[in-house]
């Protein structure tokens, strides 16, 4: 066996105790929202068929799935010897000779799957979270990672627009409980989109027109125009987009504005109506909430994965640090036709845990409970405490405190720093006076107080 | 896009929202329990650079690592195309070639990795515990997964008994709060074995000794027989091995027995020496439970893993249901060396999480309470009954309560199947009646029963 300098996979981490104190702690406050609002937990596996996956996140996502190599002695079989290194180039035909199997690379299209294979087990409308990890091939950066946690809750079955109003309260409902305090939770409508173009009489370049506006916070409305002049676009349809592209006011003025410009669409109007209602739904679900609805914005630009959503459109942002999207998502309506299982719409979103990760950090919101952890180590002076110690470690134990012997009479000096390097908040240090009279030194690690109390009293302290 | 019809890879599982309920009260249970001991929870990634996987299973287990093709244009690489499909037989050199990254095989070669890498962070010492799956290529069966959870508890850095000691006590109390009420958690120690040869004299075939008393449960003492003959022992030892291998009594009595049998082997008495710290330890913090020293077995056949461990070696079966070990362990005093960090022993114990789920499955064991999902749906019957209840819908949430109102106003039967199908224990029916009163008819799920209630009633009655 050879000795190897241990190293990590690029884009890959670990996570160590006091990581994930903080992760468990953002995704439990997460899922006990989802939870609250009637969605339950899946987990689908790590693997994937390569034909479910392949396909279904366009040329540039199929390159960054990662394919995992058959097992066995796969060259055996003599169709794959007519691969030719020397002279094929072609890395995707032996890509097809020695991989069946890919690690999924996201969750939405391993949930349609299995909404499909399990349908006859499944009460529709189906309410599904799943938190599980995703791989992609990306370049390694900063906040990029080849192995991420998504956090995703989507419907399928129900058209109902009450689904979109509770998501909004989900996202709201668990970032504030998470502690972010400032941000906004951006809606749009694909069908109001679609109007515009439609409007304007270029239907087809929709596409075109949504990823040049997308950019409207980036580049501006100059940048933007040149886009969309370079994009086909002329300057009769640009005046015609400017007072769309650059609404302002409440979101009911919005409305009204792009009620009127869409008044000759059926699909624009239908488009403001399902966010009216969206909107009329929250305003009922939150009578006693007015901070929700300043929360809220209706933003004619946000247009992500357009190809993909067909009604409405989420996306999150905190004000409190500059940072992406912390979440996004929306309503489409043929989920599972990829797998032959035609007209389930569906409506979900995500959560950014890592990003949500460095928000909390950075506005320092992660709670100083350390209650996840070992409440109270007890000192190891010598033989004698140590057998001393052992019964009152059970007495702790079966209180359900979590508690720790030190494991050997090492110096007390390094018992007291394994004690802060774990965090763990008190100590009950037992020697010979101690012994004689049963009051044990209880010792709390942040203040440095010392008092001395019987194991009853100390009990009742940590609970 | 073509349509495919959705499977999932061989040895593969997708949890439904019941499985997951279930799964989760495992995980929980254990997790909650190596909390209490001071165990930290780590995490680390899904995907290990090759070499550091590579060597550490045997030859065998290197076959069943799940290798991850390079990404991008790999073939462009001039070396690579030194490789002749037709000609060459040996997929490894290929694998060497294309393949840089595998899944993990188990959470105790990454653990080593992780201490090595980190270990000027860490305080040791280093109590962690980690629940992830990992990947083998084996072939699939009943009851054998490619893709399953590993649940593990490791402390490195301590080379007290006590750890072990606790380690049973974990084992005892995770398995307890699972409901399980008859099993052994069996003991023996890596040193007992050593004398065992050293004493016959035949110390260089320790291995085969241990292979092959390690069958005495499936082949009986007649098979072992003819095996140690065939691995080149004599009748002359086997006479002197007989008593040991069938050694019977209380866990004293064998004590006993080896003691005298290994007088002679400073290595044998260390072991048993050994043994007895630990029940030393054990019954000194177990004062009070009685029914635990039951459950600890000393069984010299035990050798699981050899190689591997050093010391004390642990295994778990339950005696309610036919089944293989739920849990083993032991400890090995120089996991890391292989990274090049000599000399830190360690000591850990591993929970088979899906045998468990199965006994737990078999003796009927899981809780039938559905806390986890949806508390209460309120019925949906037309579009004045849905304005009603949203503000009883928030009232429900804001209690704390998992609430749903059904998305449509479709037939009331569609509606109550949906309860049915997700295990929702209440429904709230809202007609005309309802409305005018303010008296909403609450529905026991499970027993029919159906009253007329306020919501303020209703709240109480679901807290």
């Known amino acids: 066996m050879s000795i190897t300098k241990p190293s990590l996979p690029k884009g890959t981490r670990d996570f160590s105790p006091q990581e994930m104190v903080k992760r468990n702690y953002i995704f439990d406050t997460i899922k006990t929202v989802f939870k609250k609002y009637g969605y339950a937990e899946i987990q689908t596996p790590s693997m994937e068929n390569l034909q479910t996956l392949t396909g279904k996140y366009g040329d540039e996502?199929?390159?960054?799935?990662?394919?995992?190599?058959?097992?066995?002695?796969?060259?055996?079989?003599?169709?794959?010897?007519?691969?030719?290194?020397?002279?094929?180039?072609?890395?995707?035909?032996?890509?097809?000779?020695?991989?069946?199997?890919?690690?999924?690379?996201?969750?939405?299209?391993?949930?349609?799957?299995?909404?499909?294979?399990?349908?006859?087990?499944?009460?529709?409308?189906?309410?599904?979270?799943?938190?599980?990890?995703v791989w992609?091939?990306?370049?390694?950066?900063?906040?990029?990672?080849?192995?991420?946690?998504?956090?995703?809750?989507?419907?399928?079955?129900?058209?109902?627009?009450?689904?979109?109003?509770?998501?909004?309260?989900?996202?709201?409902?668990?970032?504030?409980?998470?502690?972010l305090k400032d941000f906004n939770i951006k809606i749009n409508n694909r069908k109001i989109l679609s109007?515009?173009?439609?409007?304007?009489?270029?239907?087809?370049?929709?596409?075109?027109?949504?990823?040049?506006?997308?950019?409207?916070?980036?580049?501006?409305?100059?940048?933007?125009?040149?886009?969309?002049?370079?994009?086909?676009?002329?300057?009769?349809?640009?005046?015609?987009?400017?007072?769309?592209?650059?609404?302002?006011?409440?979101?009911?003025?919005k409305l009204a504005s792009l009620k009127s410009v869409l008044a000759n669409s059926e699909t624009g109007l239908k488009g403001t109506e399902e966010i009216e209602t969206v909107f009329d739904y929250v305003s009922k679900l939150t009578t006693h909430n007015s901070q929700l609805a300043t929360t809220i914005e209706l933003d004619i630009t946000l247009a992500r994965g357009l190809n993909y959503y067909t009604g409405c459109i989420f996306e999150v942002k905190t004000n409190e640090v500059a940072m992406g999207s912390i979440g996004g998502g929306g309503r489409y309506d043929d989920l599972t036709g990829m797998f032959g299982l035609k007209d389930l719409t569906g409506v979900g979103i995500s959560f950014g845990a890592d990003r949500i990760y460095d928000v909390l950090e950075e506005l320092n919101l992660f709670?100083?409970?350390?209650?996840?952890?070992?409440?109270?180590?007890?000192?190891?002076?010598?033989?004698?405490?140590?057998?001393?110690?052992?019964?009152?470690?059970?007495?702790?134990?079966?209180?359900?405190?979590?508690?720790?012997?030190?494991?050997?009479?090492?110096?007390?000096?390094?018992?007291?720093?394994?004690?802060?390097?774990?965090?763990?908040?008190?100590?009950?240090?037992?020697?010979?006076?101690?012994m004689e009279s049963g009051l044990l030194t209880f010792k709390n690690m942040e203040s440095g107080a010392q008092e001395k109390l019987n194991i009853t009293s100390i009990i009742e302290k940590l609970r």
């Open 61 to 133: 996502g199929d390159k960054l799935i990662f394919k995992i190599l058959n097992s066995g002695e796969f060259l055996n079989d003599p169709k794959k010897k007519s691969f030719n290194f020397a002279q094929d180039d072609n890395s995707n035909r032996l890509v097809s000779l020695i991989s069946e199997k890919a690690l999924r690379y996201d969750l939405t299209v391993p949930f349609a799957r299995y909404v499909v294979m399990h349908q006859s087990e499944i009460s529709f409308p189906f309410k599904r979270f799943q938190v599980q990890p």
């Open 136 to 179: 992609r091939a990306d370049r390694p950066q900063k906040g990029r990672y080849r192995e991420f946690y998504q956090c995703d809750a989507d419907v399928v079955g129900s058209p109902s627009l009450l689904n979109e109003a509770e998501f909004i309260l989900i996202y709201h409902e668990a970032l504030s409980n998470l502690g």
């Open 195 to 253: 109007g515009i173009a439609e409007i304007i009489g270029k239907p087809e370049l929709i596409v075109d027109m949504t990823v040049a506006i997308d950019k409207l916070d980036k580049i501006g409305f100059e940048g933007v125009t040149k886009e969309l002049l370079e994009r086909g676009f002329s300057n009769a349809d640009i005046d015609k987009l400017k007072p769309v592209i650059l609404l302002q006011g409440t979101n009911e003025e």
């Open 367 to 434: 709670p100083v409970s350390t209650a996840q952890g070992t409440k109270v180590l007890i000192s190891n002076f010598d033989e004698t405490a140590e057998l001393y110690a052992l019964p009152i470690l059970q007495q702790l134990r079966t209180e359900g405190i979590a508690a720790e012997l030190y494991p050997s009479s090492a110096k007390l000096k390094k018992q007291m720093s394994y004690a802060d390097g774990k965090n763990i908040p008190y100590v009950i240090l037992i020697g010979g006076d101690e």
